[in-house]
C-alpha cells in the first residue's frame, strides 16, 4: 500500500502519463466498403450468354456469387432501338427486382454496346447503371456490317452513319452519372476502324493486339474491367 508521501510523489507522474493517452491519436474510422452492384453481361452479334464463361470465372473468383452475375440472352438479328434496348431494360429491372439493388454494372461485348448504349442513353438506364463497359464495340459503326446489312436489321444498325450509330453520338457520348469505359484492340478484325470504339468522356483503354472475341478471355482485360467496376 502507498504512504501517502510516496501517494503525493506519484501523482506528477500519474499526471504526465495521463496527458500522453489524451495527446494520442486516435485511430481514423475504417471506411465503408464501396457498394457492389450485379452486374448484367450483354452479348453480341450471333453470339449467346456461354461466351462469358471465363468473365463469370474471374469475377466469381474476385469475390461474386452466381446471385451476383447474369447474362442477357436476345435475338441479335432484331432491331437495337427498337426491340433489344426495351428487352434490355426489362431484364435490367428484372435484376434490380430479385437482388434489391438499385443499380447495376452492365458489360457488353460487340453489338451489345449498341444495345446497353440505347438503353442508358434513351431507355432510362441512366439512372439504374452505375459502371457501363464496351469490349469491342461498334460505338461509331463498323464497315463489316455491311456484308449482312442487306438482310439483317442487327447489322444495319451496325454499320457506319446508321439511325442508331448517329444518334448514339450525337451531343454528349457519355451522358449522365454513370462511368463508362471501353477496350478496344488495334488488330479487331470485325470493328473496322478500331478506333470506333473508344467514347469520348470513357476511360478508353487499348488492349493490344487481339482478335475481336479474344477480349472475353484475355486476362489483362479481365483484370481491367474488374478494376473499373470496382472503381
Not at 473468383?61 to 433489344?84: C, I, K, P, Q, W
Not at 455491311?146 to 450509330?165: E, H, K
Not at 478500331?194 to 493490344?208: F, H, I, K, Q, R
Request: with cysteine.
Amino acid at each position: 500500500m502507498l504512504t501517502a508521501r510516496q501517494g503525493m510523489q506519484a501523482l506528477p507522474v500519474l499526471l504526465t502519463l495521463l496527458a500522453l493517452c489524451v495527446a494520442l491519436p486516435t485511430a481514423p474510422p475504417a471506411r465503408a466498403a464501396a457498394a457492389r452492384h450485379p452486374v448484367v453481361l450483354v452479348h453480341g452479334y450471333n453470339a449467346g450468354p456461354g461466351v462469358w464463361g471465363a468473365l463469370r470465372a474471374d469475377l466469381r473468383a474476385a469475390g461474386y456469387t452466381d446471385a451476383e452475375l447474369f447474362s442477357f440472352g436476345y435475338d441479335t438479328h432484331r432491331s437495337v432501338n427498337e426491340v433489344l434496348a426495351g428487352r434490355l431494360g426489362a431484364y435490367v429491372d428484372q435484376v434490380r427486382r430479385e437482388t434489391g439493388a438499385a443499380r447495376v454494372d452492365v458489360v457488353s461485348h460487340s453489338l451489345g454496346s449498341l444495345v446497353s448504349r440505347w438503353y442508358v442513353k434513351f431507355g432510362g438506364g441512366a439512372a439504374a447503371v452505375d459502371h457501363w463497359i464496351s469490349l469491342a464495340g461498334p460505338n461509331r459503326g463498323t464497315s463489316t456490317a455491311w456484308a449482312c446489312a442487306l438482310w439483317d436489321q442487327a447489322c444495319r444498325d451496325m454499320t457506319p452513319g446508321s439511325y442508331v450509330v448517329k444518334n448514339l453520338n450525337s451531343g454528349d457520348e457519355t451522358p449522365g452519372t454513370v462511368k463508362y469505359a471501353t477496350f478496344w484492340s488495334n488488330c479487331d478484325e470485325v470493328v473496322n476502324p478500331d478506333d470506333s470504339v473508344p467514347l469520348t468522356g470513357a476511360a478508353n483503354t487499348p488492349v493490344g493486339c487481339l482478335g475481336h472475341n479474344d477480349l472475353l478471355g484475355d486476362d489483362a482485360t479481365s483484370a481491367g474491367v474488374r478494376a473499373f467496376l470496382s472503381s
